[in-house]
């Protein structure tokens, strides 16, 4: 069986002293002697005392933790979000709670629900992909609670307590759109991601407007809602190429989905980018390692982190919450970068 842990009554009784004597020496509190706060401290150190954090919180009225909910830790995008999280937080003296919803809004539910009951000061939430009740969170704005939306965000989910900080999603995918119109391409296929999701639904816009702007039709069969993974990415590649006219390049929502793309264009033997051009979102780690490079769109990930944390630490000093957005950066690697088209821009 494990230990039991020490409490303060332990310590009280073996100093002959009160619990509360004990407790306002244990917190530095001028009214004890300071002979008296040395032998309570001593006593704790050797007993290995540890504060019991939930009724410190109780006590203070707020916990020194940040409870962070994000959809899932693999690749990049979101440990990147994480650690400018972690960063931030340890340095304004906060502690980060993690869960991973796993992209299932009933996981997500229960982890809200263990999150509010830490309890935390506050929430930093990126939405599951499978995320469309939103009655969870209307919970979390009824309890005052400080929430802070990174990434993924509930458009019209407002209040004196709530916050966002996203990428402009718009503007990064019409950059990304009129870099490949601007390599020559005029069939431009888009990998798009699930249209309730804010993120993906502001992304395809960017990826229309960008196609009016430069007088290029609009082409239902060239667009696909598909999941944000590889094998999504590579299934969605397979149908677009079985097309009368195929695409020569393709925008893809995320990162991962454009791999799968690009493993099926090498194994049919297209060239990328002369047959096929592509740029992705999200400028994942890998995509710098692939042959050819990946042109994507940098969303900034570690300050989106650090962000979402000061936007939190304003409302918990009962600053008033403006949401951010941050401007993306397109990074035009080798995968959409036409040897002709670059030569005329030269010239």
């Known amino acids: 069986m494990p230990a039991r842990r020490v409490s303060i009554g332990d310590i009280a009784s073996q100093l002959k002293l009160s619990p509360s004597t004990v407790s306002r020496a244990l917190a530095h509190n001028p009214d004890v002697s300071e002979t008296t706060r040395q032998r309570v401290q001593q006593l ?4 290995g005392y540890q504060p019991n954090q939930v009724a410190v919180a109780l006590r203070r009225g707020h916990s020194n933790t ?27 003296g906060y502690n980060v709670m993690i869960c991973q919803s796993r992209e299932d809004a009933e996981q997500e539910r229960k982890n809200l ?31 005052n609670l400080p929430l802070v939306f990174f990434d993924r965000a509930i458009e019209g989910l407002t209040g004196e307590h709530i916050s966002s900080v996203v990428i402009d999603d718009y503007a990064g995918a019409y950059m990304a759109v009129s870099h ?20 993906y639904e502001q992304r395809h816009r960017g990826y229309e407007q960008a196609l009016h702007d430069h007088g290029l039709p609009y082409r239902p069969e060239l667009v696909c809602p598909i999941g944000q993974h590889q094998p999504d990415g590579a299934a969605a590649m397979r149908q677009l190429l079985q097309l009368p006219c195929p695409p020569d390049a393709v925008f893809s929502s995320g990162d991962s989905a454009l791999v799968g793309a690009l493993q099926v264009l090498k194994e049919l033997g297209y060239r990328v980018p002369d047959d096929v051009a592509l740029a992705g979102f999200s400028n994942a780690e890998f995509t710098a390692l692939t042959e050819p490079p990946l042109t994507t769109v940098d969303q ?34 080798a995968s959409s970068q036409r040897v002709g088209q670059q030569q005329s821009l030269a010239g």
């Open 44 to 47: 704790a150190q050797e007993l």
């Open 180 to 199: 490949l119109v601007e390599q020559g391409c005029r069939r431009i296929a888009h990998l798009a991601g699930p249209p309730h999701l804010a993120i």
């Open 66 to 92: 940040l409870g962070v909910l994000v959809p899932h830790l693999a690749g990049t995008f979101f440990p990147e979000v994480v650690d400018g999280i972690t960063e931030a937080a340890s340095q304004a």
């Open 300 to 333: 900034h990930s570690h300050q989106m982190g650090r962000e979402a944390v000061n936007q939190l630490l304003r409302m918990l000093h009962t600053a008033t919450p403006t949401a951010v957005v941050l401007r993306p950066q397109l990074l035009v690697r």
């Open 113 to 143: 629900e263990l999150l509010m009951n830490a309890p935390v000061a506050g929430l930093l939430v990126s939405l599951a992909s499978s995320t469309q009740n939103y009655a969870p969170f209307e919970a979390v704005r009824t309890a």
